[in-house]
């Protein structure tokens, strides 16, 4: 029976695998082929025996009731993804079969009257069978099905109820977060740096493959905060409570198509089970403490989520700054350095509901507050040289404070007709207010005070969002989805330059007038997507998207004309699976960029007085044109995935450095439309399970940057410019998890310096160890975890025939951290639900690259 049931299990396993996406499956597997993961789906090595066919189908007789039910990690109380589930008669004749989902759900329909086994089965535990009478008409709500862990050996692989920290889904990279043991006590952009094919700097900025054009969600929602700064909103979200990270570089058309290098999905830890708990989690470092506080409340239909978290931060760090300017034929060398001190409170509260109407119906609602409180100390020496003559020398003490306080509200509705048919309306309100003001005593050489500047800039960044989406499986190889958004949104700058002397109040200057900035940008969207899956493993999943942008500006003085635009994005995605462990995807989309508030903002800012920025209101879109190759398979431990891709970007929005006609010496940077962007490149990167217990990944970046502009010369005409070179990065990790609840991790990664159009930006590395103690049953924790002993340097360079700067930055982030978790309550399984609501359309401002 066990022979026969490992058999049935393994051909249903591969049928529904393939057609994952559609959910559970019902009425059999109906003979469908597709791509293969690198696990099982929990990301356990699997590997995959060959069967001979059979037909379950066959003369079994179909009724018209349905059996379903949940299946759980009885250790943990969590959802078994994929878990095998067969249906026997008694007389031991497959009727039908299915997969949980990620949600530990499976549902059968079409089941006729009578008396059966259900046996569910998934590698690391042991078999479970169930009788089940069924009756006619009537469905079966089997509950929550509770497995039990064992180990077994397979193939020569050894496999345990062990998740790997990187797995590969049909559509997307997914980083399991809950087992990174080094980042907790830190914020999100900790955890981010570890994650393949993902680049993140000291600021927090964000790279996918070479490009900072990307989309970052949180819980497939997206957030007027990550519109204002990726930076600002990673700094919000304590790595402690991030359960995922999902990369996905070729967007299907159900998403919005903005964010030209991809889409990045940060999914935070719920509570699926019944009852009331409550955790908290804490830490206390030299750099840096934490203390969150999540409880959750479930009974029958109704789910309550209520959160909070503060994280407060303390750093230093050093500069110096060596840039040569030529203006008018005089050649003008500056020298600066700074030290400089930061601290900040960040907390994001949040209040969830989610109720279910009706046995195919659920309402969810949820509120979120992040607040944002960050401020920069620093001290300035500027020496000036003209001719190698010594011709000035001042000091500088300036106070950066940037604020903020965003919140977001959604509510959904879904109705579910039958598995995998589903209608969904979804609306969002997400509001952000920022300040970012700086405060600045100039000082004579006695360190008297001699005069007084400052900037206050106030945004405000306003979105409406609604949606609506419809899917349905077509036979039980296809599907079909339709969808229609639109999003309202309201971007404004208050900005105003000030002096005044030692004493006295402060009045405007001239050269920088106060200004206001308002910019409206309506959206109206709707895309069509179809999956075929074919009985050889093949499955093709092709759309198209056409989104139509309007936008409104003025800057008081006058209107900015900025004509309204359409753009249809098509994307195709094809995967097929090779024997038994291996899958190849092709994939090819086309994708937009529109510029983010940072990149619009007008405002002066001069808090760096030789490196001053402002933006550009008048940008457009960027257009990009993206494909992918991959391979993925398993040999024996080891799970290796290798991908190529290319990425063309017309119209790119790019950083351009000048003189400045003003300030002698100083340096002007701002974004415009002024060029093209070529990127080839491969990623590597695989899970290798040393022994049960311990495992390595890792990973290789390596591409080729080409970006073309154009840049004023000595002669004050525009001249086209390139640069291009090679970008290397890469991570290696490894974990342990030894006896009585002990394990240990490490951690390291690097990125080369990156290309620039007018220069690169320095390289960096990231190392850190830690070890946690589990207690109480896995209730509690205890970790110590240490990161960048050493600190770090940083050497950004900028050339041009006007200009020559290099930027050397002393970073003293060594770090000693603490942390302490528990989990009070207890509780059983239960299924939840997520938002529709999925903004990916516009840039972050903010971040040094290109």
């Keep these: 029976m066990k022979k026969l049931v490992s058999i049935c299990t393994i051909i249903i396993a591969a049928n529904t695998l393939a057609n994952a996406q559609f959910g559970p499956g019902g009425g059999g597997p109906g003979g469908m082929g597709g791509g293969q993961r690198g696990g099982d789906g929990n990301g356990r090595?699997?590997?995959?025996?060959?069967?001979?066919?059979l037909n379950l189908e066959g003369n079994v007789p179909k009724g018209n009731s349905k059996v379903f039910g949940f299946v759980i990690d009885e250790s943990v109380s969590t959802a078994i993804e994929f878990a095998n589930v067969a249906l026997y008669t008694k007389d031991k004749k497959v009727v039908d079969g299915t997969i949980a989902d990620e949600k530990g759900k499976f549902s059968m329909s079409r089941v006729a009257a009578g008396e059966y086994n259900l046996v569910i089965t998934f590698i690391g535990f042991k078999d479970k069978t169930i009788e089940v009478k069924v009756e006619k008409g009537k469905d079966n709500d089997l509950g929550v099905i509770k497995l039990a862990q064992s180990v077994k050996q397979l193939d020569e692989v050894t496999v345990t109820a062990e998740k790997s920290m990187i797995e590969e889904k049909v559509d997307r990279l997914v980083y399991n977060a809950e087992k990174d043991l080094t980042s907790k006590g830190g914020d999100a952009a900790d955890i981010l740096r570890k994650v393949p094919m993902l680049s993140v700097d000291l600021d927090g900025n964000v790279s996918l493959r070479g490009t900072s054009n990307l989309k970052v969600l949180i819980n497939n929602k997206p957030s007027t905060i990550v519109a204002s700064s990726i930076a600002d909103a990673l700094k919000m979200i304590p790595a402690d409570l991030i359960k995922t990270v999902e990369v996905i570089t070729s967007p299907s058309a159900k998403y919005d198509a903005e964010g030209s290098g991809g889409i990045i999905n940060i999914i935070l830890k719920k509570s699926t089970l019944q009852g009331l708990t409550l955790n908290v989690d804490s830490g206390v470092g030299i750099r840096g403490s934490n203390l969150s506080l999540n409880g959750n409340y479930r009974q029958g239909k109704l789910g309550v989520t209520l959160g909070g978290f503060g994280r407060a931060f303390y750093n230093k760090s050093a500069t110096s700054l060596d840039q040569t300017t030529v203006r008018n034929g005089v050649s003008t060398l500056t020298n600066q350095t700074a030290d400089a001190f930061d601290n900040g409170l960040f907390g994001r509260y949040n209040l969830g509901f989610d109720y279910d109407l009706a046995k195919n119906q659920s309402l969810t609602a949820s509120v979120a507050f992040g607040t944002r409180n960050f401020s920069r100390s620093q001290d300035f020496t500027i020496n000036q040289f003209t001719n190698n003559i010594l011709k000035s020398t001042s000091y500088r003490d300036v106070t950066s404070k940037d604020l903020s306080n965003s919140v977001d509200i959604n509510l959904d509705y879904i109705r579910t007709f039958k598995p995998s048919q589903e209608f969904s309306i979804s609306g969002q309100f997400?509001?952000?207010?920022?300040?970012?003001?700086?405060?600045?005593?100039?000082?004579?050489?006695?360190?008297?005070?001699?005069?007084?500047?400052?900037?206050?800039?106030?945004?405000?960044?306003?979105?409406?969002?609604?949606?609506t989406d419809y899917q349905t499986p077509i036979k039980s190889n296809q599907m079909f989805e339709i969808g229609a958004k639109t999003v309202i949104?309201?971007?404004?700058?208050?900005?105003?330059?000030?002096?005044?002397?030692?004493?006295?109040?402060?009045?405007?200057?001239?050269?920088?007038?106060?200004?206001?900035?308002?910019?409206?940008?309506?959206?109206?969207?709707?895309?069509?997507?179809?999956?075929?899956?074919?009985k050889n493993k093949y499955t093709f999943k092709v759309g198209t998207r056409y989104e139509y942008t309007k936008i409104d500006a003025n800057d008081q003085k006058s209107d900015i004309l900025i004509p309204a635009y359409g753009n249809l994005v098509p994307s195709v995605n094809i995967s097929k699976s090779v024997g038994k462990s291996s899958t190849v995807k092709l994939a090819y989309n086309n994708r937009i960029q529109r510029p983010g508030l940072q990149q619009l903002n007008p405002n002066y800012n001069a808090s760096n007085p030789q490196s001053i920025s402002v933006g550009n209101p008048s940008l457009r879109p960027e257009i990009s044109n993206n494909v992918e190759f991959s391979l993925s398979t398993n040999i024996k431990k080891t799970y290796l995935n290798v991908s190529v891709f290319g990425r063309q970007t017309n119209n790119s929005i790019t950083r351009i450095s000048m003189p400045s006609d003003t300030v002698v010496g100083a340096i002007i940077t701002t974004f415009q439309n002024i060029g093209k962007e070529q990127t080839f490149g491969t990623n590597i990167f695989g899970n290798f399970f040393i022994t049960p217990k311990w495992t390595l990944n890792?990973?290789?970046?390596l591409y080729y940057n080409y970006l073309e502009g154009q840049q004023t010369g000595l002669n004050g005409l525009s001249t086209t410019i390139s640069n291009s070179g090679i970008v290397v990065g890469g991570r290696l990790q490894s974990s342990i998890t030894l006896q009585k609840g002990w394990a240990i991790q490490a951690f390291g990664g690097f990125r080369g310096n990156r290309v620039q159009l007018q220069g690169t930006q320095g390289g960096m590395g990231m190392y850190s160890i830690g070890a946690r103690k589990e207690f109480a049953n896995k209730k509690g924790s205890l970790g110590l975890a240490a990161e960048n002993f050493f600190g770090m340097t940083m050497r950004s360079t900028l050339n041009t025939p006007m200009f020559n700067q290099v930027m050397v930055n002393n970073l003293y982030n060594q770090n000693i951290k603490l942390t302490f978790s528990y989990k009070i309550g207890k509780m059983k399984f239960t299924q939840t639900k997520q938002s529709k609501v999925k903004n990916d359309d516009v840039k972050s401002g903010g971040d040094n690259n290109n």
Excluded: M
């Design 489 to 534: 949104r309201q971007v404004n700058s208050d900005y105003q330059y000030l002096f005044a002397n030692p004493t006295g109040s402060f009045s405007s200057d001239a050269r920088n007038p106060a200004g206001l900035l308002n910019y409206s940008q309506n959206i109206a969207a709707g895309y069509v997507s179809y999956t075929f899956s074919t």
């Design 45 to 53: 090595q699997q590997t995959t025996q060959k069967a001979p066919s």
């Design 430 to 467: 997400s509001q952000n207010k920022l300040t970012n003001n700086f405060f600045t005593d100039l000082l004579s050489t006695s360190q008297q005070l001699v005069s007084r500047q400052k900037n206050l800039n106030t945004n405000f960044n306003n979105e409406i969002t609604l949606q």
């Design 698 to 701: 890792g990973g290789l970046d």
